[in-house]
């Protein structure tokens, strides 16, 4: 029974490893095999503190969005892909566009991480929509 718990553990592991309290039993096992375990991440815990979306100030066609985000997990976990999603008026998707970490922080190392608690400014430029946009939809997914 205890192998075939080994080897349940060890085909999932890296759906059992997005589990902390699970963590500490599968690092010493992958050590063992040879194999490494993706980073702890929790998508939900990452917060947008602050946004403000308006027209850049020198192209027309453009428009900057400053933004604040802050992992509030109690660990350290990779930077997300940051979307940004315009509408119109009655709330129909006009654009949608998700930016990788490279392209929203100014000198991004792949393997840094998000760390507890210390806001993060983000800075984009996006091509304005043909129609004005009144909604924007804010959210964060795994970087590829």
């Not at 060890?10 to 963590?23: G, H, N, S």
């Not at 095999?33 to 980073?39: D, E, I, S, V, Y």
């Not at 970490?101 to 393997?111: C, N, R």
Request: charged share 25%.
């Amino acid at each position: 029974m205890g192998v075939l718990c080994g080897q349940l553990l060890f085909a999932q592991r890296a759906v059992f490893a997005q589990e902390p309290a699970l963590r500490p039993v599968l690092e010493p096992m992958c050590e063992l095999a040879g194999c490494t375990l993706a980073p702890l991440r929790a998508l939900d815990r990452v917060e947008l503190l602050h946004r403000d979306v308006y027209r850049h100030p020198t192209r027309d066609d453009a428009l900057l969005i400053d933004a604040t985000i802050v992992n509030k997990a109690s660990f350290a976990q990779p930077y997300p892909a940051f979307t940004v999603g315009l509408g119109d008026r009655r709330g129909r998707t006009l654009s949608r566009r998700s930016f990788r970490p490279e392209e929203y922080l100014e000198a991004h190392d792949p393997e840094a991480r998000m760390e507890p608690g210390l806001p993060i400014r983000v800075t984009l430029e996006l091509a304005a929509p043909d129609h004005p946009a009144r909604t924007f939809e804010f959210g964060f997914a795994a970087a590829s």
